[in-house]
Each structure stands twice: as C-alpha cells, then as structure tokens.
C-alpha cells in the first residue's frame, strides 16, 4: 500500500470515528458559537463596535478552539493503541498526513459554519470576502498540522490536553497575524500578497517538520 | 544512552563565579555617567539587554543540544538542553520584567502591542511549554526525544525576536550595538554594556555547570525510584538460615 494510500486510510478511519461520537460538530462547534455570544455580553452590545471587531473576534476563536479539533483523538488515545497502529506496519508519516487532513476537513467545516454565525450575530461586512475561502483553507491546514504535531509531541503524556493548547496556541499566531492582516489590508486598498505567502510558508514548514519527525515520535 | 551517573554538587567555583560576575556587573552599571537624557533609568539597559543576549544564547544552545541528541541519543544532550532552556526562560522573564519598568516612566505604559515585545512574549510562552512537556513522563528517553523534537522547531522564535525590529515599524528602538555601520552609543556606555554582557555569558556558563550536575542527580534519582517501583512481589524474602548460618 502506498504512502498517501496509507493517509487516505487513516484519514477515513478518523473521519468514521468523528461520525460515531460527534465531538466537533455536536460539542465543540456549538461551543465556539456561545463564545461568539458572550463576548458581546463582556464586552457590549455597541452594533458598531462588534462590527468592527466581529473578523478578529472569529479569528481568534478559530484558533483557540481549532486547537481542540486538531488534538481531540491523538491525546485521547492510549500508548497500546499507538503500539498497534504502529504494528500494523502503516507509515508514521502517513499517520501524521492522514490525522492532519482529516482534522482539516472538520477544521474547514467549524470555520465555514462559525463564519456564518459572526456574520449573522456581529453583522460583519463582506467587502473583499473572495479571499476568505482561501485564507479559512490555509488557517485549517496549518492549525490541523501544527495541533497533529503537537499532539505526537506530547501524546500519552501527563497533562497532555492541558499542554497542547499550550504548546500550539503560540506557534499558531503567524495565521492569526495573517488571517487578519491579508483582511485588513484588503479592505484599506492594499495586497494581502504578503500575509497570503507567510502563511502558505508557515504551514508548508509544520508540514515538513511534522513528517521529519514522525519516525522518532513512533519510537516512543 | 548514557546511565546518569550520580556525583556530588559540592562544586564550589560556578557559585563563586555566578557571584563575582553579577558584582562586576553590578559595579559597571553603577559607576558609569547616566544617559543625559533617560538619566538614571539607562542603567537597566546594562542588565536588560544582557538578559536578553543570554536568553537567545540559552535557546541556540538548547536547539544545538536538542539535535545533537536526536542524532548521538546520549542522554547528556537532553540533560543541557534542559538546563540552557531553563536558564534561558528565567532570563527572558527577566528581560521582559525590566523592559517593563523601564517602559512606565519613557513610555508611560507598562506594556505595549509592540512586535519585540509581543513576540518575547511569545518566546517566552513557548519555553515554558517546553519545560512543561519534560514534566509529562518519567521516561528518560521519551521525555528526551519529545523535547527535543520541540527544542530544535522553537528557536525560530529566536530570529523573528531579534529581527522583529527590523520588520516591523516598532516602538521597540532597533538594534544599537549589532549594526551594519557600527554601534550606537557613547564609548563609555559601550565598554559598561560589553563588560555586562560578558558577565552575563560568563554567569550563563556557570548556570549551566550547575544545573547539568543537578539534572544528572535528579534522573540518578529518577532511576532509583522506578527500580524500587518495580520490584517484584517477594524480592525482600531470602533464604532462611539455619543455626547460625555457618556450616
């Protein structure tokens, strides 16, 4: 079986897990929207100012919250079922790839819905929206392979839920920054250009860095 | 692997060393003229800025450790590591704290949304992930690979810190001393703040000395408690002697 056949593989079997237990799209995605509700209650109900700070608000409850989705099966699982995994002789690379695109695919879904619900409650322009597809595509890549790496740092250890979050939080912040910016810049006339390739680098990065490291965190 | 070897701390030179260069740093900073116009307050530079070389110093070290242990696998490497990451983050934490009082008074805040300092910050939050993650397991080696796995991905902080200045239109003033056309700054300013940062370095080596002979101690420890964890059921019991136990 072949290297992206062997993800492919992974990445069904983690999807079908998602279907059985509904942790993202019955638990964790209702959870970001309430965040997207209290703020203003912290905050205030000012429309002009939750129309001003509805995108970054978005932004960053993608981030914190997408850490949940990138990390829930691989801090969950115990050192015997990585063992078997291991055994089945499946390329730890693979395994990596295969985790992240699946953590993609609902990462894409959580920002898609979340979006829709900060444009109703926070009444956000869509000026310059064409290149939100494009940035919620390279936010989802590089959160779902910087929390997948994160999580094979850390996986059966102690704590290891707690320190995810705490380990990917600050590494995330290039497509915070990025995510915002390209928007920002946008709508003052500018080219997001700049913003748009920082994070394609940062990603691109996490991606090599976590199939480098793959073999010597199976060795765990 | 090498077994940890436990050996005694009384080393008694690193403390003198530590002390002898933070008086030398102390007695620079004190007798130098003030900056005529911060006055005073330009003596937190002479401790600030060292502290700052040293953190990025620790994280090189720690980065060059963390690789040379995925490559040899000697656990001595994970042990300096260790300890140049945690000199690395006190000293971060200490940039940070003087950075911050001598920002009240010429800034008139606190802190700011400044790209150095947020980006320090994040340095510094990131390290301390580091040290948390080395408190997850027990095992020697899986502790060692995962954290350097993180030792070596985390320096890139270092460049984004120390260039941050350059990219970013910031309040943070740019680099004084490594600058293309020469350092910024009155000689006698100069020669206080070089002697400082030697301090500091020569402080950092000391640190590090002590702090390897105190890990090797805490995984001999470490060793010890999973040995005596693991003993069989029954492992106390012995033969019983019979008489007086001689033939």
Known sequence: MGFFSQARLITSRDLVRERRSGEVLWVTLPFGAIALLLVPMAIGTDAPLLEQVGTGLFWAIVMLFGVLISIRQTTGETQAQRDQLALTGIDAAAIYIGRATASFVLLVIFEVVLGLVTIVLYDVPVSGWWLVPILITIVAAGLSLLGTLAASIVSTGRNAAALVPLLVAPLSIPLLIGATQALEVLDLGGSSLAWVLMMIVSTLVLAVAGVLSARPLQEI | ?247
């Not at chain 2, 040293?54 to 060059?64: C, E, K, P, S």
Request: no cysteine; hydrophobic share 55%.
């Open chain 2, 1 to 247: 692997m090498t077994d940890p070897t436990p050996t005694s701390t009384s080393t008694t030179w690193p403390w003198i060393v530590m002390a002898v260069a933070g008086l030398v740093t102390f007695v620079a900073s004190m007798t130098v003229s003030p900056d005529a116009v911060q006055g005073q307050l330009s003596r937190i530079m002479y401790v600030h800025v060292p502290s700052a070389w040293l953190a990025y110093l620790a994280f090189i070290v720690t980065m060059a450790a963390s690789a040379m242990y995925l490559w040899k696998r000697d656990l001595k490497w994970d042990r300096r590591a260790a300890a140049s990451a945690e000199i690395g983050v006190v000293f971060t934490g200490m940039a940070l704290g003087l950075g911050m009082i001598w920002a009240k008074p010429t800034w008139g805040v606190w802190w700011t949304w400044d790209a150095r300092l947020t980006l320090t910050s994040i340095m510094f939050f990131i390290y301390l992930g580091y040290l948390a993650l080395r408190r997850t397991t027990d095992d020697l080696d899986v502790r060692a690979r995962r954290a350097a796995i993180l030792g070596v991905l985390a320096v890139v902080q270092v460049p984004l810190v120390h260039f941050s200045v350059e990219w970013w239109r910031t309040l943070h003033q740019p680099a004084t001393l490594l600058r293309p056309e020469g350092p910024e700054m009155a000689t006698s300013m100069l020669v206080t703040l070089l002697i400082a940062v030697m301090a500091f370095t020569v402080m950092y080596v000391a640190m590090m000395f002590k702090r390897i002979e105190l890990g090797r101690l805490e995984d001999a420890v470490l060793i010890a408690e999973q040995a005596s964890d693991g003993a069989v059921a029954g492992a106390a019991v012995t033969t019983p002697t019979i008489g007086r136990g001689t033939a």
